[in-house]
């Protein structure tokens, strides 16, 4: 649905926000898993058509499988984009449905009556319906988000972008917002960057993990994870002998459990005494990419 090919972005501060990222994004939900800083922001930004790349390619299949030039064509991606920034803000005093009503408007919905449809059909599907006289400014962060995707999806988009949209929520509104992506995700390309690796484990069959601007891995998650098989090792240390660990092992994570730190280590033998296997998770993965990026730095 969409090929990105070697985009480079340096901003001139000299960061180099994006290092020849290459990707293949199919239909469905895409996970782009990256610390604060990863670019994560960066990439969205240039596929949604408001940043220029240095150098790269990137192209989405639209309707009738033509090819669009996503850097050269913007309007023609415009035409197929829904966006939710991450600072997606929204008039305080006015009501849901009369700010989705504004945007679908901009959205070139001139058509009153189907409109009000779409209007309608958008509020019900991501569970507004109720609150949809109320003001934006007394809706909680998981109701504001789900009108972000509200008129994200305004226009029917083949391709649709959420940056970080499930920070700050409390879990049952996470989970509500990432079962109504699910959803989508069954017609169109969503892809959700993050940097929460549940947000990726529980819903995207396919992944990038990014950082520094580079693209570490790619691919199924459970392929990733597959992958570290009898890799993974827990053991729990004291606070004392935890920098010993960190510097004789490769530490993925550290997490305290009844406030001892248990500890994850990679590696391809047992470590040393006291070490048990665990089967590998997600985080894991994330955290093996990460280690070896700063190892080969
Ligand atoms: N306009 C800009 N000018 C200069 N540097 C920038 C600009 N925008 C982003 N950066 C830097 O580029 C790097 C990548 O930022 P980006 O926002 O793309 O990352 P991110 O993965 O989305 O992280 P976050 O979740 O913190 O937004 C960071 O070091 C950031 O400080």
Same mark, same amino acid.
């Given at each position: 649905m969409l090929t990105i090919r070697e985009l480079s972005k340096t901003y001139a $501060? +000299?960061?180099?926000?994006? $290092?020849r990222v290459t990707l293949d994004i199919p239909r469905g939900m895409f996970g782009l898993l990256g610390p604060n800083g990863a670019g994560k922001s960066s990439l969205m930004r240039t596929l949604a058509t408001l940043q220029e790349p240095d150098s790269g390619e990137a192209f989405l299949e639209g309707p009738s499988g033509e090819r669009i030039d996503v850097l050269r064509d913007k309007d023609a991606v415009r035409r197929q984009l829904g966006y939710l920034p991450q600072d997606f803000g929204v008039?305080?005093?006015?009501?849901a449905e009369d700010l989705l009503e504004h945007f679908a408007v901009l959205k070139g919905l001139t058509d009153r009556r189907q409109r009000r449809e779409t209007v309608e059909g958008l509020l019900q599907q991501v569970n507004l319906w109720d609150a949809r006289?109320?003001?934006? +400014?007394?809706?909680s962060g998981g109701m504001r988000q789900r009108f972000g995707i509200a008129q994200a999806l305004l226009g029917d988009p083949r391709l649709v972008i959420v940056d970080?949209?499930?920070? +700050?929520?409390?879990p049952e509104e996470r989970n509500r917002f990432l079962n109504l992506l699910a959803e989508i995700g069954e017609n169109v390309a969503v892809i959700l960057s993050t940097h929460i690796v549940e947000d990726v484990t529980d819903l995207c069959p396919t992944m990038a993990i990014m950082n520094r601007g580079q693209v570490l891995l790619t691919g199924k998650p459970a392929d990733a994870i597959g992958a570290l098989q009898a890799q993974v090792w827990r053991k729990q240390v004291t606070k004392a002998t935890l920098p010993d660990y960190e510097a004789r092992h490769t530490v993925l994570s550290t997490r305290l459990v009844g406030g001892h730190p248990v500890i994850h280590v990679f590696s391809a033998q047992r470590p040393e005494e006291g070490f048990e296997a665990v089967a590998p998770d997600l985080e894991d993965v994330y955290f093996q990419r990460l280690r070896l990026q700063a190892k080969a730095a």
């Open positions: $501060n +000299g960061v180099h926000a994006l $290092n008039y305080p005093k006015v009501s006289k109320r003001k934006l +400014g007394t809706y970080e949209p499930t920070a +700050g929520l409390d």
